[in-house]
């Protein structure tokens, strides 16, 4: 069995995110980069299984710039078996069309029986690359699933829908996507951190793939029209009871519509 999981380096979640006012996109210099917190929780999902089948082999699979690499370390220090990134130039400023299209290109060149990821990354929010891969590919998506079994010649697993919930299931090779419900990452050991610096990690431009992606290669694109700051947060009116703060809320709540 080889497993894909796609991995993506994010800015810290809990610190402060900034628009490159140029740009229009997210500054990424702007805080730490660190791996997308539902990515890690995606491997988990693939670490309990090699736990159990100790023949399984692991590749983490991620686009980005050089810098990645860093973050890729920490996947592999976690029990992942090999690491690829994918980096070139003509890569900035990817949308979700151009991402999908250089993973599934990558995911061809390595082979894999499943492609495991998380439903949506901490930075975009977009939750739509996962499926995309699978239409590229040609395989069953299992999406957003909050439990998953996998066995060896099929994937399992529960998603949430209105009113209910649904139990899916795929032949393999598939694609599928969790929630962060699906599983709590382990930490890496100092066991695991010594063997990830002997690991293999790979780099992939565009020629290693044999594509054109990117911005440029896009048939169609969005176009920034202007990006301004945040507005500084302003403190909301004080009111003093003098026997008319009652009426005073209530015309409050009533001009900004909450009532």
Do not use: H
């Not at 994010?10 to 660190?34: F, I, K, Q």
């Not at 988990?44 to 810098?67: C, F, H, W």
């Not at 860093?70 to 690491?83: C, E």
């Amino acid at each position: 069995m080889k497993i894909v999981v796609l991995t993506k380096q994010v800015p810290d979640t809990w610190s402060n995110r900034r628009l490159n006012l140029e740009t229009g996109m997210l500054d990424r210099s702007a805080s730490e980069p660190v791996p997308d917190e539902i990515n890690e929780r995606s491997l988990e999902n693939a670490l309990q299984y090699k736990d159990r089948n100790p023949g399984t082999e692991i590749v983490v699979l991620s686009m980005g710039p050089e810098d990645t690499s860093k973050t890729l370390r920490r996947t592999l220090s976690m029990g992942a078996d090999r690491a690829v990134l994918v980096s070139d130039p003509a890569l900035v400023g990817s949308d979700m069309v151009q991402t999908a299209t250089v993973l599934a290109a990558a995911v061809r060149k390595i082979g894999a029986d499943l492609v495991l990821a998380g439903n949506e990354t901490t930075d975009g929010s977009g939750g739509m690359v996962p499926a995309m891969v699978a239409e590229l590919l040609g395989l069953p998506m299992l999406p957003a699933l909050d439990a998953m079994a996998l066995s060896g010649a099929s994937v399992t697993g529960t998603v949430q829908v209105d009113g209910g919930s649904l139990k899916l299931s795929a032949p393999l090779p598939a694609v599928a996507s969790v929630t962060e419900k699906s599983a709590e990452a382990r930490l890496p050991n100092f066991k695991g951190i010594m063997q990830a610096k002997k690991k293999p990690l790979e780099t992939w431009s565009l020629a290693d793939l044999g594509i054109q992606a990117g911005p440029g290669a896009a048939t169609v694109r969005s176009v920034m029209v202007s990006a301004a700051e945040r507005p500084p947060r302003e403190a909301g009116p004080r009111i003093s009871d003098d026997g008319t703060a009652a009426a005073r809320l209530a015309d409050f709540l009533k001009q900004n519509r909450l009532i």
